[in-house]
C-alpha cells in the first residue's frame, strides 16, 4: 500500500537557519506529493505541490522536488522565521480515477520550531 | 472565496448528547471530506462526499453520522459519543476531475470536540 515516512521531530532552529525535512514515499504508478503545514490551533493549509516526476513546488520560501528514483519530495527553506514554527506534513495522492484515489496518505508529521 | 468555514469552533458534549458539526465552502468543489485529528499525530481520513453522495466511509462507528444536503454544505451529525471521540474535526474540499490526484484539499480551521 501507500505510505509516507517524513524524519521524526522535533526540529528546533535559530532565526535565519536552512531547513531540511526529510519525506520519503511508497506508492504505485505516479502519486501526487503535497506539503501542508498547521500552525497551533488551525487547520492545515497547502505549501506546496508536485504532480510529476522532477517538478518542483514552491511557495513562500519553501521549496520541494519531486524525485522518482529516490522517491523523495525533500522540504527545504534556505532561512527560517519565528513565524515558521508549525508542524509540517508530507502527504501523497494516488493517481488514477478511482474513488480511493481521494484519499491523501500523511506522514506522521514533523513540529518545527524557531528560536529568535 | 477561497476558504472552508467550520461551526462551531469549540464544543462540548456529554455521552448522551446530540450535536451537529458544520462545513462550508464556496469554491464550486463537488468533493467533500470529514477529517479526525487527534493531537500530535496526522488527520485521519473518515468520509469523502462526491457530488452530493457519499464515496467512501473508513467503517466510522455509526455514531457518526454524515451529511451533504448541497454542494456548499456538509454536516457532522454526532449521537452517544465516548470520551475517546475527543479531538479536533477537520473539514475539507476539492476540485472534483478525472484527476483528483492533481487536486490539493482545502481545509477549514476545525472544531475541537471534547466528550464528557
Known amino acids: 500500500g501507500n505510505s509516507v515516512t517524513q524524519m521524526e521531530g522535533p526540529v528546533t532552529l535559530s532565526e535565519e537557519a536552512f531547513l531540511t525535512i526529510n519525506c520519503t514515499y511508497t506508492?504505485?504508478?505516479?502519486?501526487?506529493l503535497f506539503w501542508y503545514v498547521q500552525y497551533p490551533g488551525e487547520g492545515l493549509q497547502l505549501l506546496l505541490k508536485?504532480?510529476?516526476?522532477?517538478d518542483k513546488g514552491s511557495n513562500k520560501g519553501f521549496e520541494a522536488t519531486y524525485r522518482k528514483e529516490t522517491t523523495s519530495f525533500h522540504l527545504e527553506k534556505g532561512s527560517v522565521q519565528v513565524s515558521d514554527s508549525a508542524v509540517y506534513f508530507c502527504?501523497?495522492?494516488?493517481?488514477?480515477?478511482?474513488?480511493?484515489?481521494?484519499?491523501?496518505?500523511f506522514g506522521k508529521g514533523t513540529l518545527l520550531t524557531v528560536n529568535p | 472565496d477561497t476558504e472552508v468555514t467550520q461551526t462551531p469552533k469549540h464544543l462540548v458534549m456529554g455521552m448522551t448528547n446530540k450535536k451537529s458539526l458544520k462545513c462550508e465552502q464556496h469554491?464550486?468543489?463537488?468533493?467533500m471530506y470529514w477529517y479526525k485529528q487527534k493531537a500530535k499525530k496526522p488527520p485521519e481520513l473518515m468520509f469523502v462526499?462526491?457530488?452530493?453522495?457519499?464515496?467512501i466511509n473508513e467503517s466510522v462507528p455509526s455514531r457518526f453520522s454524515p451529511e451533504c444536503p448541497n454542494s456548499s454544505l456538509l454536516n457532522l451529525h454526532l449521537h452517544a459519543l465516548q470520551p475517546e471521540d475527543s479531538a479536533l474535526y477537520l473539514c475539507?474540499?476539492?476540485?472534483?476531475?478525472?484527476?483528483?490526484?492533481?487536486?490539493?484539499?482545502?481545509f477549514g480551521p476545525g472544531t475541537r470536540l471534547t466528550v464528557l
Open positions: 475539507a474540499s476539492s476540485l472534483q476531475s478525472a484527476r483528483p490526484a492533481y487536486n490539493e484539499q482545502f
Open positions: 506508492a504505485t504508478g505516479y502519486p501526487s
Open positions: 508536485a504532480t510529476k516526476a522532477d
Open positions: 502527504a501523497l495522492r494516488r493517481s488514477g480515477s478511482g474513488g480511493s484515489n481521494y484519499k491523501l496518505t
Open positions: 469554491m464550486g468543489h463537488r468533493a
Open positions: 462526499y462526491s457530488y452530493e453522495k457519499l464515496s
